[in-house]
């Protein structure tokens, strides 16, 4: 019987010479690196010459446990260098350091306009601003452990030189969301003042803008700002969009956004090298906010959205956690992102479409059951039944395209099967447009256009309601319009264009009149107003405008009317019987000579 084991000595390491000489290189044999010559050149008689030691490089780890490194580059620029973010400071910030991960250089550097001359914009810390000196760096050595405290106090929001429409979107400031805050509000984010005031800008002012309901809070707020506590590509991202939102509405800030933004990519490659190891919604919500700061900033280059839209798909099909609330707001955000990024640039959308009845309102936390808003989704009002219909109709336009190309191809039976299958989409999208009606709340009807509860029980979120009804019909008139004006091909002073255009533009009026979410407003009241031929429903297009620019202050908003001119201009220089006036991609020509591309988000 063995009474005992005798444990064997560890083994010696080998190590591998990096720095032998040439001779012993060649022969792979071990050097001892004696200087001027090794004892395997001396005993030869050799000349000992050794060369330069270059630094070591890591492998890249080719995991295939997911493929999301090798997929993400792959939508985007092959030439582009992942390897190429570093650190960087406030002196040593170019251009060329803001590239994303999934797309190349773009052309602008600022939502304002800034001359790319200047040095003063390529630096984070704004010259003609107030500078503090806080001693740090940066707030990545922040400590993650929270002092909570309790404490009655209300949050005072900073001081804004915004609209006062804007800045009493939230009446009663909100403070830490999931944390309980300790003075001064914020600290548990930044040391510094000017950063804490951007997350307060993100939750008291940006948050509110682009959801349709939060009675019992805010998902971003809820979801996607404790991620950014633990994790600084969020926290950056948070600190690029606050800080472009008030660069363009004419607010100084300390630190550019363009600074704040560049961290944010360079933060977003290290995770995606991380593969297997990084937590896929903190990947998604870093996305999701990047998506948020380029549709706001609107460089001019359609591929940035495109590809951070690639790249997050890609993430969520590759994903095998479970679901959990903050990734299922954020897939339904991608996937609202990706029809309308698919309407405004014209290209096929890249999920598929869900299935009819299959999308349900997705509700803030906590939400009750019996909410007034139980019909609404966060995202898409009550226009979460219609969204089935307009992934299919954002597909149409592409498979319009390759049509045509068949046809000019001279492939007859490819040409026959796809007119097939645009004819019958199209048809049935038709019809689904035509049968579609809004699902409203339990005890809420309506009569001839306005809600009412059945009940006689007073609703305080009627007027909200309201609002976000004349939303949701203003999507269904706007896509009719698109349906007959780009996919069909009719004229713009077509009766059944102007019907649904006039009927749309009324909607998106109501929609400001009634002060509620108008986060989701630019795409229809867009389609809409390019086909305005009357002076009556131009004049509600530029109401419309006026009260959505107030609202939102967003650099799409402002460039989608420069657009809408200069198509009316042109309209009115043609005759009726003119090709132009049958021209269904005036507003692209436009766009593209004015090298704008606007995503209508």
Not at 191 to 218: K, M, Q, T
Request: charged share 20%.
């Amino acid at each position: 019987m063995l009474l005992y084991t005798k444990l064997a000595a560890p083994k010696v390491p080998k190590r591998r010479s990096r720095a032998g000489c040439s001779f012993c290189k060649e022969k792979k044999k071990k050097c001892d690196e004696k200087r001027p010559r090794c004892a395997r050149c001396a005993e030869k008689d050799l000349r000992c010459t050794y060369e330069t030691v270059r630094p070591r490089q890591r492998r890249k780890r080719e995991s295939s446990q997911s493929g999301l490194v090798r997929n993400y580059q792959e939508f985007g620029d092959p030439d582009l260098n992942y390897d190429q973010w570093q650190d960087v400071t406030a002196e040593n910030i170019s251009e060329s350091d803001c590239l994303s991960p999934i797309d190349a250089k773009f052309d602008a550097i600022s939502p304002m306009n800034f001359s790319t001359t200047s040095d003063s914009i390529l630096s984070p810390i704004d010259a003609n601003s107030t500078i503090f000196d806080y001693g740090i760096d940066d707030d990545e050595g922040h400590s993650s452990y929270l002092a909570r405290r309790n404490s009655s106090i209300s949050v005072i929001s900073q001081a804004r030189s915004l609209q006062p429409d804007l800045a009493m979107i939230a009446p009663c400031p909100v403070g830490s969301p999931t944390l309980e805050f300790v003075l001064p509000s914020f600290s548990e984010f930044s040391d510094r003042p000017n950063r804490r005031a951007l997350v307060d800008h993100f939750c008291n002012v940006l948050s509110h803008l682009i959801v349709f309901r939060e009675e019992s809070g805010n998902p971003f707020q809820q979801l996607v700002l404790p991620l950014a506590h633990r994790s600084l590509p969020i926290m950056n991202a948070i600190y690029a969009l606050a800080s472009a939102h008030m660069e363009y509405r004419g607010v100084e800030t300390a630190e550019k956004s363009l600074h704040f933004h560049n961290r944010a990519i360079q933060g977003l490659a290290r995770l995606i090298e991380q593969e297997g190891n990084v937590d896929k919604v903190e990947l998604l919500a870093a996305i999701m906010l990047l998506v948020y700061y380029e549709v706001l900033v609107q460089r001019g280059r359609s591929s940035i959205v495109d590809g951070h839209l690639k790249g997050a798909l890609t993430i969520m099909s590759s994903s095998q956690e479970e679901s959990s609330p903050a990734s299922l707001f954020l897939e339904r955000a991608f996937r609202f992102y990706d029809v309308i990024t698919a309407l405004s640039l014209g290209s096929a959308p890249l999920s598929t479409a869900p299935a009819a009845g299959c999308l349900i309102p997705f509700p803030p936390l906590d939400a009750p059951v019996t909410s007034p808003m139980s019909n609404v989704d966060t995202l898409l009002g009550m226009a979460t039944t219609l969204w089935p219909i307009m992934h299919r109709l954002s597909n149409l336009l592409s498979l319009k395209a390759d049509m045509d190309k068949a046809t000019q191809d001279n492939q007859a039976s490819k040409s026959a099967v796809l007119r097939m299958e645009f004819e019958t989409t199209s048809q049935s999208i038709e019809t689904a447009l035509t049968q579609w009606e809004p699902c409203l709340p339990p005890h809420v009807v309506a009569e001839h256009g306005v809600l009412k509860c059945s009940t006689g029980v007073d609703i305080p979120e009627l007027l909200q309601l309201q609002s976000i009804l004349h939303n949701a019909l203003a999507y269904r008139h706007s896509a009719f319009v698109y349906l007959y004006r780009t996919i069909y091909g009719y004229p713009a002073r077509r009766e059944v264009v102007q019907k649904h255009a006039h009927s749309a533009l009324v909607h998106c009026v109501e929609t400001v009149t009634h002060r509620g979410p108008m986060g989701a407003l630019l795409w229809p009241l867009f389609v809409a107003a390019c086909e305005a031929v009357s002076a009556e429903d131009r004049a509600l297009a530029q109401r419309a405008f006026v009260g959505i620019d107030q609202r939102q202050g967003m650099t799409n908003i402002g460039q989608a009317w420069k657009i809408i001119q200069e198509v009316w201009t042109r309209l009115d220089d043609m005759k009726d019987d003119s090709s132009g006036v049958k021209d269904t991609g005036m507003w692209r020509k436009v766009s593209a000579e004015m090298g704008v591309n606007i995503v209508f988000g």
